[in-house]
Nanobody, 125 residues
Framework: QLQLGESGGGLVQAGGSLRLSCAASGRTLTIYGMGWFRQPPGKDREFVGCSTYSGGRTSYGDSVKSRFTISRDNAKNTMYLQMNNLKPEDTAVYYC??????????????????WGQGTQVTVSS
């Protein structure tokens, strides 16, 4: 059973940067497509970005394109989300997710089989 744990969240001023980590245990990350989602206060969870198992293909939600970057270090069983030029509207709980489909990289929550517990990111204006 794959277990995921996010870290790196916190409070940052608008224009600042944070890097979130998603560490996996129980299974190697190599075989999983991975994604990041977020849930702003009072809103539904939304797609942030994703990566195929090798990191060879990534995709991002429109609101974070050019500001957020996903990377993976499969040797460390860890995926990262580098967030630059943060805005107050980026405030949310951020979740990482894994798909049993190696090549999956998509925006549908239904494509993911495992989820972390989330980490809070708060961006002040």
């Amino acid at each position: 059973q794959l277990q995921l744990g996010e870290s790196g969240g916190g409070l940052v001023q608008a224009g600042g940067s944070l890097r979130l980590s998603c560490a996996a245990s129980g299974r190697t990350l190599t075989i999983y497509g991975m994604g990041w989602f977020r849930q702003p206060p009072g809103k539904d969870r939304e797609f942030v970005g994703c990566s195929t198992y090798s990191g060879g293909r990534t995709s991002y939600g429109d609101s974070v394109k050019s500001r957020f970057t996903i990377s993976r270090d499969n040797a460390k069983n860890t995926m990262y989300l580098q967030m630059n030029n943060l805005k107050p509207e980026d405030t949310a709980v951020y979740y990482c997710a894994a798909s049993r489909s190696t090549y999956y990289c998509g925006g549908s929550e239904n494509g993911y089989d495992y989820w972390g517990q989330g980490t809070q990111v708060t961006v002040s204006s």
